[in-house]
């Protein structure tokens, strides 16, 4: 119907065409190629281009309605985002129903569930997806490797569902993430190295999952990370002292995993560090560092 409203209009206005019936004013013959040989007055002259004057504005307003008709017509989501969206329905299970819009028109444009979009089209002339807020809606299923298709994605949020199998390494493809928020599922497998080049990562919450491995070494190029929560896991291994180059670092929680190895008194280097939790572990020697002393904000530890 959109798109009918909009030929109509567009056939309105190219109808425009500024010749006018003097039949209706005058009680001539409709003959506008005889027009020329009527003998008018200067009165009548000067009330035949003030109309022509006004048809010609009318024409105008009409040609920019449609033309701005049709720029609105024009915004849709960028098909890979919808692709993407797609097939994250896909490979999930929503008993309660939450995702059963996501057939229905535009996914910005008619507001799925949880699809913040961006209000405007970008350089490529579409709109894309700002936040995915599916947090506590009783999904179960995977997680599919096309989230990495968000080119412009900002928070993505599965917190608190059912989710089980490994975290897609193609989040790591987008740059534009500050928050990744997938705690409260049963996720497994290891943490993939590709998180580690989110520059833009304020916080990454994996906490309460079953995911095992050791901490990636990548995980030290979060320049942006402020919060680090991997507690409630099954991590191995040694902590990597490169993760004492965090220098925006608030929290980093790492409790409750089976962690080897030494405290790396590098961390004393966190100077805005306010939680370090580190118990329940198998770290050798209980010895924290004495270096921690300089730790001057940290509350928790």
Request: proline residues 5%.
């Given at each position: 119907?959109?798109?009918?409203?909009?030929?109509?209009?567009?056939?309105?206005?190219?109808?425009?065409?500024?010749?006018?019936?003097?039949?209706?004013?005058?009680?001539?013959?409709?003959?506008?190629?005889?027009?020329?040989?009527?003998?008018?007055?200067?009165?009548?002259?000067?009330?035949?281009?003030?109309?022509?004057?006004?048809?010609?504005?009318?024409?105008?307003?009409?040609?920019?309605?449609?033309?701005?008709?049709?720029?609105?017509?024009?915004?849709?989501?960028?098909?890979?985002?919808?692709?993407?969206?797609?097939?994250?329905?896909?490979?999930?299970?929503?008993?309660?129903?939450?995702?059963?819009?996501?057939?229905?028109?535009?996914?910005?444009?008619?507001?799925?569930?949880?699809?913040?979009?961006?209000?405007?089209?970008?350089?490529?002339?579409?709109?894309?997806?700002?936040?995915?807020?599916?947090?506590?809606?009783?999904?179960?299923?995977?997680?599919?490797?096309?989230?990495?298709?968000?080119?412009q994605l900002q928070i993505l949020d599965f917190m608190w569902n059912d989710l089980r199998g490994?975290?897609?390494?193609?989040?790591?493809?987008?740059?534009?993430?500050?928050?990744?928020?997938?705690?409260?599922n049963k996720l497994s497998g290891s943490l993939p190295a590709e998180l580690g080049y989110l520059?833009?990562?304020?916080?990454?919450?994996?906490?309460?999952?079953?995911?095992?491995?050791?901490?990636?070494?990548?995980?030290?190029?979060?320049?942006?990370?402020?919060?680090?929560?991997?507690?409630?896991?099954?991590?191995?291994?040694?902590?990597?002292?490169?993760?004492?180059?965090?220098?925006?670092?608030?929290?980093?929680?790492?409790?409750?995993?089976?962690?080897?190895?030494?405290?790396?008194?590098?961390?004393?280097?966190?100077?805005?560090?306010?939680?370090?939790?580190?118990?329940?572990?198998?770290?050798?020697?209980?010895?924290?560092?004495?270096?921690?002393?300089?730790?001057?904000?940290?509350?928790?530890?």
């Amino acid at each position: 119907m959109m798109w009918e409203s909009s030929w109509w209009n567009w056939k309105a206005a190219y109808d425009c065409n500024f010749e006018f019936n003097l039949r209706d004013n005058y009680d001539i013959p409709t003959t506008t190629a005889k027009i020329p040989i009527i003998k008018m007055t200067k009165e009548e002259q000067t009330k035949i281009k003030g109309k022509m004057r006004l048809r010609y504005w009318e024409c105008i307003y009409a040609l920019s309605f449609c033309f701005f008709k049709l720029i609105a017509v024009a915004q849709i989501t960028d098909p890979a985002e919808v692709s993407a969206l797609l097939a994250i329905k896909s490979s999930l299970l929503d008993p309660s129903k939450h995702l059963k819009n996501w057939n229905k028109g535009d996914p910005c444009v008619s507001n799925w569930t949880g699809v913040l979009c961006f209000p405007s089209v970008m350089t490529n002339g579409y709109l894309h997806v700002r936040e995915l807020q599916l947090l506590n809606m009783n999904l179960s299923g995977t997680l599919a490797p096309e989230l990495g298709q968000f080119s412009q994605l900002q928070i993505l949020d599965f917190m608190w569902n059912d989710l089980r199998g490994n975290i897609p390494k193609e989040i790591g493809n987008i740059a534009s993430l500050k928050l990744l928020l997938l705690n409260g599922n049963k996720l497994s497998g290891s943490l993939p190295a590709e998180l580690g080049y989110l520059y833009n990562l304020n916080r990454l919450q994996v906490d309460l999952n079953n995911i095992s491995g050791t901490i990636p070494e990548s995980f030290s190029n979060l320049n942006s990370i402020k919060h680090l929560h991997l507690n409630n896991n099954s991590l191995s291994g040694q902590i990597p002292p490169q993760l004492s180059n965090l220098s925006t670092l608030l929290h980093m929680l790492l409790d409750n995993n089976n962690l080897t190895g030494y405290l790396p008194r590098e961390f004393s280097n966190l100077s805005d560090l306010r939680i370090l939790q580190l118990d329940n572990n198998n770290f050798s020697g209980a010895e924290i560092p004495t270096s921690y002393g300089r730790l001057s904000v940290l509350a928790k530890l």
